[in-house]
């Protein structure tokens, strides 16, 4: 089957590493639907792709009939959606009760690779209840579907990195003194975004 023929049901297709790996899709020839709650606000992701190629639909990704409108007649399917902090929606619902639903929907429409971004250290008796809610999500995908690939980043690199880096040069503007948790013992191990997006192209690739 051509790359032209297969069609790819996004989810958080708005978020950083999203935006390099929908651009790496389009140029490989993909088909692609992308379920965003506000279609409108990501209109230029469509930049990246020949006419046809993307569309866009309006999604609540806690309705089941609106996720399934997305995922009817895709072949596979990436889960981008997260959030570092909560606020209308928890880290449970967003990272634990969400994947659930996706990976019982993937089964039923059989769905032929399910990719999920999760977090680097997410492990079940972690202190942070982000990391907690993102390995139960693991565990419930692990659980509902066979066909299942999940992808632990570290922290990702690139331009327009979320403002990560921007956010540490701002504070030095402001102020002469940096706080660093953990009395500076925390160590980063970056990823660079077009690696991780790169890396979601060759999982799709792989025919068994």
Same mark, same amino acid.
């Given at each position: 089957?051509?790359?032209?023929?297969?069609?790819?049901?996004?989810?958080?297709?708005?978020?950083?590493?999203?935006?390099?790996?929908?651009?790496?899709?389009?140029?490989?020839?993909?088909?692609?639907?992308?379920?965003?709650?506000?279609?409108?606000?990501?209109?230029?992701?469509? /930049?990246?792709?020949?006419?046809?190629?993307?569309?866009?639909?309006?999604?609540?990704?806690?309705?089941?009939?609106?996720?399934?409108?997305?995922?009817?007649?895709?072949?596979?399917?990436?889960?981008?959606?997260?959030?570092? /902090?909560?606020?209308? /929606?928890?880290?449970?619902?967003?990272?634990?009760?969400? #994947?659930?639903?996706?990976?019982?929907?993937?089964?039923?429409?059989?769905? +032929?690779? @399910?990719?999920?971004?999760?977090?680097?250290? &997410?492990?079940?008796?972690?202190?942070?209840?982000?990391?907690?809610?993102?390995?139960?999500?693991?565990? +419930?995908?692990?659980?509902?579907?066979?066909?299942?690939?999940? @992808?632990? #980043?570290?922290?990702?690199?690139?331009?327009?990195?979320?403002?990560?880096?921007?956010?540490?040069?701002?504070? /030095?503007?402001?102020?002469?003194?940096? #706080?660093?948790?953990?009395?500076? &013992?925390?160590?980063?191990?970056?990823?660079?975004?077009?690696?991780?997006?790169?890396?979601?192209?060759?999982?799709?690739?792989?025919?068994?």
């Amino acid at each position: 089957m051509q790359n032209n023929q297969k069609i790819i049901g996004i989810f958080g297709g708005n978020s950083f590493l999203a935006k390099y790996t929908i651009e790496k899709l389009c140029k490989a020839g993909y088909r692609i639907k992308i379920g965003t709650r506000k279609p409108w606000l990501v209109n230029h992701i469509k /930049t990246m792709a020949a006419p046809g190629q993307l569309i866009l639909m309006s999604t609540n990704v806690f309705d089941q009939k609106s996720v399934e409108e997305v995922l009817k007649d895709c072949t596979f399917c990436i889960n981008f959606c997260g959030q570092l /902090t909560e606020g209308k /929606t928890s880290f449970h619902q967003l990272h634990s009760q969400w #994947p659930e639903m996706l990976s019982k929907i993937s089964n039923e429409y059989k769905i +032929k690779k @399910l990719i999920h971004i999760s977090a680097l250290n &997410s492990v079940e008796n972690h202190p942070s209840l982000y990391m907690k809610s993102k390995m139960l999500g693991e565990e +419930k995908i692990k659980q509902n579907i066979e066909n299942y690939f999940i @992808l632990r #980043p570290s922290l990702i690199i690139g331009n327009g990195d979320d403002k990560f880096f921007s956010n540490f040069g701002t504070m /030095t503007q402001i102020s002469p003194v940096i #706080p660093l948790p953990f009395s500076g &013992s925390t160590k980063f191990c970056p990823v660079h975004v077009s690696d991780c997006a790169e890396a979601i192209i060759k999982l799709l690739k792989i025919e068994n």
